[in-house]
């Protein structure tokens, strides 16, 4: 019995600890990268401005280009893993809902007829986010609720001011400073290129 209960634990440990990983990306994505990063603005920085602007435009892409970059991170973790031994079964767990974060979270973007029964069911459950709730990550200022695979994490974090102190911690130790959201009442228009997505959203 004590077995099974452990293995509960740490498949919800796992869980929650994927959800952290990505809301981390997701926020260092956020805060610091924009369309002028270098090297990596381009892919990374401009899909972002472009979704706190329209942030239903990202259902219309496919599962590749809403995972890429998650998805090589994971792949380097599982490889790591692999390399030293160590590819236990919570890596792959840990890997598999990690790399899929942005699907999570372009369900939480759709319609429930988007969506479909199954994911809608789960998300009535609260086994899945909810629309909700990662509504309140679009809301100005936002800068909160990074984390997309479930309810649980975004209030704890948001309430103990974590990614507050991040920013601040970085900002005190080596300057780096978070970048204006041009999406935010009062730091727009946004820059000239969002022009092209300007059309009418689903």
Known sequence: MKTIFDSV?????????????????????????R?????IGRFIGRPNTVHHHYPRYMTRNNW????????????????????????TWHVWLFALLAANANQFHKWEHRTRKENGRVI???????LLQTSKHHARHHTD???????????????????????????????????????????VRGCGPGPAWLAEFRRPQS
């Open 9 to 33: 634990l740490q498949f919800l440990a796992t869980i929650l600890a994927a959800e952290f990983a990505a809301g981390f990306v997701h926020w260092f994505e956020d805060a610091y990268i």
């Open 35 to 39: 369309n002028d990063t270098p090297l």
């Open 64 to 87: 590749w280009q809403s995972s890429w970059d998650l998805v090589l991170l994971a792949a380097a973790l599982v490889v790591g893993a692999w390399w030293i031994g160590l590819l």
């Open 120 to 126: 809608s069911f789960l998300q009535d459950l609260r």
């Open 141 to 183: 200022p936002k800068n909160s609720h990074y984390c997309t695979i479930t309810n649980v994490l975004n209030p704890v974090l948001d309430g103990i001011h974590f990614w507050d102190g991040l920013e601040w911690l970085l900002d005190k130790t080596i300057g780096l400073k978070r970048q204006p959201d041009t999406s």
